[in-house]
């Protein structure tokens, strides 16, 4: 199985919260959409242990089980199609949550998230997380 992380599936990993752990160890591929990226960074930017969250990260993007996963055209079409589905239906969601939506239903991976609004989105295999966890950077 390949799993899509959130940035919120990202730290509890780094947590060590078993319920993702378990899901990491057991995929055969991990995907980090660059948008999770960005937000990681912008989140560990704010934070006082910027060094220490960038040189994990850095091992992490090392993993040989992990994979970066651009922002191509295909991924657009995706973002277009699911942001006119929810539009039509009356739901919004973050607008970096419909990019990795859009990694999710293009790469065919399940997305990892305790974001509940997920569960709005048509075309995409989510697994919840509990315990969502609101970030503790400033929103953009």
Request: glycine share 6%.
């Given at each position: 199985?390949?799993?899509?992380?959130?940035?919120?599936?990202?730290s509890q990993l780094m947590l060590?919260?078993?319920?993702?752990?378990?899901?990491?160890?057991?995929?055969?591929?991990?995907?980090?959409?660059?948008?999770?990226?960005?937000?990681?960074?912008?989140?560990?930017?704010?934070?006082?242990?910027?060094?220490?969250?960038?040189?994990?990260?850095?091992?992490?993007?090392?993993?040989?089980?992990?994979?970066?996963?651009?922002?191509?055209?295909?991924?657009?079409?995706?973002?277009?199609?699911?942001?006119?589905?929810?539009?039509?239906?009356?739901?919004?969601?973050?607008?970096?949550?419909?990019?990795?939506?859009?990694?999710?239903?293009?790469?065919?991976?399940?997305?990892?998230?305790?974001?509940?609004?997920?569960?709005?989105?048509?075309?995409?295999?989510?697994?919840?997380?509990?315990?969502?966890?609101?970030?503790?950077?400033?929103?953009?």
């Open positions: 199985m390949r799993v899509l992380l959130d940035s919120n599936a990202y060590g919260r078993e319920q993702v752990s378990r899901i990491v160890r057991d995929a055969e591929e991990v995907l980090l959409p660059a948008v999770v990226l960005g937000e990681l960074l912008y989140g560990f930017r704010h934070g006082s242990r910027y060094e220490r969250n960038a040189r994990d990260m850095r091992a992490f993007l090392d993993n040989p089980y992990l994979s970066l996963v651009p922002v191509g055209a295909t991924t657009a079409d995706r973002y277009s199609r699911i942001a006119a589905s929810l539009r039509a239906k009356g739901r919004r969601i973050p607008t970096n949550d419909l990019w990795i939506a859009a990694h999710a239903m293009e790469t065919g991976a399940d997305l990892v998230s305790a974001a509940r609004h997920f569960e709005h989105v048509d075309g995409i295999a989510w697994t919840r997380l509990r315990g969502e966890r609101r970030p503790t950077w400033p929103t953009v």
